[in-house]
């Protein structure tokens, strides 16, 4: 075998002193975490795709604003009675 490869002796050495430093209990946690954190990431980034085409989509229906419209921030609300009492007072 050429330098810088790896055999299967050396690979189960390898394997059996993990297994004497860490334990079977330790590993099989360790893979299981694993495996969920996987998971999690998997599943939030097919959410975070199916927002996208969702605002993809509502973005693409929704008719653009007409020139003529005005923006409800801009309009500026009735105050109430008493204001206009004080108001008429003023005068």
């Known amino acids: ?3 810088g ?3 299967i002796w050396q690979l189960l050495i390898i394997l059996v002193i993990v297994l004497l ?3 079977t209990k330790r590993l099989k946690s360790l893979g299981s975490d694993l495996g969920n954190a ?3 990431f998997r599943s ?3 959410d975070s795709e199916k927002e996208e085409e969702a605002q993809k989509r509502l973005e ?3 008719p653009p ?3 003529n419209a005005t923006p409800s921030a801009t309009r500026t609300a009735t105050p109430d009675p008493a204001a206009r009492a004080e108001d008429k ?3």
């Open 1 to 3: 075998m050429g330098m």
């Open 5 to 7: 490869g790896i055999s």
């Open 21 to 23: 430093l860490f334990g």
């Open 38 to 40: 996987i998971k999690g």
């Open 44 to 46: 939030a980034m097919s």
């Open 60 to 62: 693409e229906s929704s």
């Open 65 to 67: 604003p007409s020139a």
């Open 89 to 91: 007072d003023k005068v």
